[in-house]
């Protein structure tokens, strides 16, 4: 005997989780499938990604705030000292509180959540290998959401000790003398500054001749001097060829990406962050005939796969992987199955790097402006003449906002700022209605607020920036 559902979702991170939230407000007969072996529900985001990350990340923003610019804020402190026991648990509490709000939200939306590994034995089967023994489901509508996991680098193979990946990065029980941090991207910049933050050497080797390959070119320029200033260190243009572990620490080799002359480097700690795959290894895909595209992803059309039946929905299909792409996946694709419009607009989903300060994109880059032979215009400001920011001396960084130079619709935004995450919410709203620069450039924006300098920006493509 099997049971009958109308939505079977295998993996319950956050493409996952909202598809099974809408499906169940929608009255979906719906069942969710998590092999995690901590049997916590959230997905790579709330066990091993954005949250644990961002909680690290915000406690070692405050210990190097206390310990750098209290004393100019005329706060005196004595003894200031880092628990980094404390500090890993406060993470852990955060992650632990958000994936029991999941399981709170799966009971609440009625929704069966079945822990064990999945797997698609045919368009409308999925079986399910768990703690308590196999079951087979049927299902009107499997979906796929089965997210990614860290790309390997061969030579440099991950222990979870001296070489980690983003998860261990997460748990290093002591700070590391010298870390060094291979690949330049969102990963690397967030957990490199939380390690330099509480006292670790850090060295950045990146493959290509800049940071953050995919944001805007004057943010990345930016942003590596920012992060220079801080103290970490850059390794561009550069590969690593080989580690080899010892007591001492890591040997690793690395050369130029050209090739050329090898260097060595020795350090106590190796990150490797240099992207993520899907992940769909022991699904049985072959199975049900899903077809996958030549660097593993599902293949899918609005979300559909190449099966009647068999959907797929987030980092496990193409696009940016990114929490709330995924979110915004499930929530659509549930609609498609319950005959609605769901649909997810790409070019407008925000992507944020949780440094200090912050890196926010929405939209086009200049670069990908000029290869596409668009006409643009651009208005810029400073956050060192934004009032807000000086008062709060914050002030690193820009707000750029590039438009079509017919029609002023706004085409991207680009900030470098405090905040700079929760500023760009402004103009991914804009760009969704199709705004153009003149709307956010004649909007009243709070005084003295950091907004204020998205406005000037958004005032400088007509060419009437008032306060630079
Ligand atoms: P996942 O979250 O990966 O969830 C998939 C789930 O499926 C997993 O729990 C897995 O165990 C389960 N699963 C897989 N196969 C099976 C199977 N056969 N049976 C049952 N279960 C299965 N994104 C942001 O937007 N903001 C951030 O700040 C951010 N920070 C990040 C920090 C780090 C360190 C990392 C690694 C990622 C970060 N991300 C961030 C990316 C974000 O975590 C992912 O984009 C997001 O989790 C993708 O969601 P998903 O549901 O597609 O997949
Ligand atoms: P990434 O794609 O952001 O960056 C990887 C970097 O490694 C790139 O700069 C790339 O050029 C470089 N690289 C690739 N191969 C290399 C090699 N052999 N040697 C040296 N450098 C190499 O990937 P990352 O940082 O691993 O993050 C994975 C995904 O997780 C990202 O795509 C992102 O979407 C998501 N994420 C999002 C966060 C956020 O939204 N704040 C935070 C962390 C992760």
Known sequence: MTDQYDVVIIGAGPSGYNAAIRAGQLGLKTAIIEKRESKKLGGTCLNVGCIPSKALLHASQLYEIAEKDFEGLGIATGGLKLNLKQMLKQKDDAVEGLTKGVEFLMKKNKVEVILGAGEIVAANRVRIAGPDGDRELDTKNIIIATGSEVTPLPGVEIDGKQIVSSTGALDFANVPDHLVVIGGGVIGLELGSVWRRLGA?????????????????????????????????????????????????????????????????????????????????????????????????????????????????????????????????????????????????????????????????????EEQLKDEGVEYK?????????????????????????????????LGVHIVGVEAGELIAEAVSVMEFGGASEDIARTC????TRSEAVRQAAMGVEGWTMQA
Not at 207 to 219: H, K, N, Q, S
Not at 288 to 305: L, Q, W, Y
Not at 383 to 393: G, I, L, M, P
Request: a negative charge; charged letters at 25%.
């Open 201 to 365: 050497k850090v060295t950045v080797v990146e493959f290509l001749d800049r940071i953050l390959p995919t944001m805007d070119g004057e943010v990345s320029k930016q942003f590596q001097r920012i992060l220079k200033k801080q103290g970490v260190d850059f390794k561009l243009s550069s590969k690593v060829t080989g580690a080899k572990t010892s007591e001492r620490g890591v040997h690793l080799t690395v050369e130029p990406a050209n090739g050329g002359d090898e260097q060595v480097i020795d350090c106590n700690a190796v990150l490797v962050a240099i992207g993520r795959r899907p992940h769909t290894e022991g699904l049985g895909l072959e199975n049900a005939g899903v077809k996958t595209d030549k660097r593993g992803f599902i293949e899918t059309d609005h979300f559909k796969t190449s099966v009647e039946g068999v959907w797929a929905i987030g980092d496990c299909i193409t696009g940016p992987m990114l929490a709330h792409k995924a979110e915004d996946d499930g929530v659509a694709c549930v609609e498609l199955i319950a005959g609605k419009a769901g649909h997810v607009n790409y070019d407008t989903v925000p992507s944020v790097v949780y440094t200090y300060p912050e890196v926010a994109s929405v939209g086009k880059t």
């Open 378 to 410: 651009a208005g810029k400001f400073p956050f060192a003449a934004n009032s807000r920011a000086k008062t709060n001396h914050e002030t690193d960084g820009f707000v750029k906002v590039l438009a079509d130079a017919e029609t002023d619709r706004v």
């Open 445 to 448: 924006h709070a005084h003295p």
